[in-house]
């Protein structure tokens, strides 16, 4: 059972680490982003020009951004539906060695 647990918590951890991944990925493509903002504004373009331009990086950025975290979260939630189904497989499995049921 302790194995089951510490299977399940290693898969959970697995999974934080890729949603703090993808959120660490989102910060540097908003960074990345304003950075680019930052130097169209410096540049000689009309002024409606750059506001067009800068709002249609930092929108690109976003969806990236909201792309690779919803990726994340749909990967930890297949590795958390694997784990349960694991879980409950060697649970299974456990009950019937207990009981005697596998046994004949």
Known sequence: ME????SIE???TE???????AR?????ILLEANEEVNKILSSRLP???VETEC???INQARKEADM?????????????????????????????????????
Do not use: C, H, N, P
């Open 24 to 28: 660490g990925r989102a910060r540097e």
């Open 10 to 12: 290693a898969i959970e």
């Open 55 to 57: 709002e249609q990086i």
């Open 68 to 104: 690779k975290i919803e990726e994340s979260k749909r990967k930890a939630s297949e590795i958390k539906t694997d784990v349960e189904k694991k879980a409950e497989k060697m649970i299974g499995r456990i009950v019937s060695r207990i009981t005697g049921a596998g046994l004949k």
């Open 15 to 21: 999974a934080e680490k890729i949603l703090e991944a």
């Open 47 to 49: 002024g409606a020009e």
């Open 3 to 6: 194995e089951v647990i510490s």
